[in-house]
């Protein structure tokens, strides 16, 4: 089968590789439809993000890292179960996971399934088929297309962001950062009841579908004031939320500034191994700030599954044959597109 290889030192190269075989007992073999680029595979390409230390040795997954089929937003059919799944048949269209938690570890068993150690990766889904755990599979509505069962994965840490957050009706809130978690972050936000949204973003065309998606305001944080903006929306005192998914330092930073007191700040993205960013004590305790982050999404894909036909997800979608892939890669890197889906 056709598969884009991620390769030792970031890069992906299309092999043709074997396929998957009959599922385990407890696996499900699915043949992929779409499967989206996500921003944190962009990292495979800068050196600042592919030196990681021992505790970040292993991919999402939790497979090992060097040379593997890459993908994990990821939507298809199913074409195989294991002797022992119930619940799934073949020929239906789902969405995955791309990882299961094991149930029996100490944070499996303290609600925290995201820190598994026995974690249990799917194989990749930039290829024509993927084996998962049957715990990794989500029946797509019949009004819920492919294109759209592939962004499962990513709300699902949209709403795992604004759980953190913690959105509730009427709230002021800001998002820096106008890519596909942010733009998705903006659509579940405005479920939760945020009432004003300011989404800053460099990228003009991103600018133009945060507004039409329903932002407050928009901001271009190169010409603009971002400051000024915040004060002119929120009376001066900052938001009560602010949520970087723009994944830079100097942004991460500039969220704690644009925060009223009392505010949360919530780090949505990822950042460069080992790099820090300055918070004076003095600052946060006059401010009495929480900061948090968030790590992919715990207990959150049920509700993404009833949200797919409740976001407007159609206008981040663009299509791309497994072939382009790399073409895709470095036009997302260069600010071009918002969800791309390659197509095996």
């Not at 206008?315 to 997302?332: C, G, K, M, Q, V």
Request: glycine content about 12%; proline content about 8%; charged content about 20%.
């Amino acid at each position: 089968m056709k598969a884009a290889v991620m390769k030792e030192g970031g890069g992906l190269e299309v092999q043709d590789v074997p396929e998957p075989g009959e599922p385990g007992p407890d696996r499900v073999k699915v043949k992929i439809a779409y499967c989206g680029i996500c921003g944190s595979e962009l990292h495979m390409l800068d050196p600042e993000y592919t030196s990681r230390p021992p505790q970040f040795s292993r991919p999402p997954g939790g497979g090992p890292m060097g040379p593997r089929i890459g993908g994990h937003e990821a939507s298809g059919e199913v074409v195989a179960i294991g002797s022992d799944v119930k619940g799934i048949e073949v020929g239906q269209r789902v969405a995955m996971n791309f990882r299961s938690p094991c149930g029996t570890c100490f944070y499996c068993r303290n609600k925290l399934e995201h820190f598994c150690e026995r974690v249990i990766p799917a194989t990749g889904s930039y290829a024509e088929y993927a084996m998962y755990h049957a715990n990794a599979i989500y029946h797509l509505p019949d009004n819920v297309s492919l294109e759209v069962g592939a962004l499962l994965e990513p709300v699902s840490v949209a709403v795992h962001t604004v759980d953190i957050a913690d959105i509730n009706p009427g709230c002021t809130l800001a998002i820096l950062g106008g890519g596909p978690i942010g733009i998705l972050t903006l659509e579940v936000a405005q479920k939760a009841g945020a009432a004003k949204i300011l989404v800053s973003e460099p990228v003009e065309s991103r600018r133009e579908l945060a507004k039409q998606l329903g932002a407050t305001v928009v901001v271009d944080p190169i010409s603009e004031d971002l400051q000024e903006v915040t004060n002119q929306l929120t009376e001066g005192r900052g938001f009560e939320r602010v949520i970087d998914a723009s994944g830079k330092l100097v942004v991460a930073k500039q969220a704690l500034d644009l925060a009223d007191r009392g505010g949360t700040v919530v780090w949505a993205a990822m950042y460069p191994v080992g790099a820090e960013v300055g918070v004076p004590p003095s600052y946060m305790y006059g401010k009495e700030l929480t900061i948090r982050g968030v790590f992919i999404s715990p207990y959150c894909f049920p509700r993404s599954v009833n949200l797919l036909s409740e976001l407007e997800l159609e206008p981040l979608i663009s299509i791309r044959p497994i072939e382009e892939i790399n073409d895709a890669f470095h036009d997302l890197l260069a600010g071009k597109g918002m969800k791309v889906l390659i197509k095996p």
